[in-house]
């Protein structure tokens, strides 16, 4: 979890916070994070596919303007390095 908190806060280029910190480590929790989660609270599979596309758009626009990302599991059809 480590890792990944710094990442973050890394890839956003914010400074150490003890707020931001603090709400990762009592809100962000393993139990919480449950991939496909999200799915089930959105009202139909047409208004899943919505999300799905704009989430591709803001990757693609984000792989644009930084580089490559890591893959996000199973929104992401492209390799890690944007293609």
Known sequence: R??????I???LELPP???MRAFFDDRMTPERGHLGRWRQQLPSEA???R?????REHLTA?????GPVPPTEDLDPSPATGG
């Not at 999300?51 to 989430?55: N, V």
């Open 47 to 49: 208004a899943a596919a």
């Open 9 to 11: 806060r890394s890839f």
């Open 2 to 7: 480590e890792p990944t908190y710094e990442r």
């Open 51 to 55: 999300f799905e596309d704009r989430y």
């Open 17 to 19: 916070d003890d707020g």
């Open 62 to 66: 984000i792989r644009e303007r930084f």
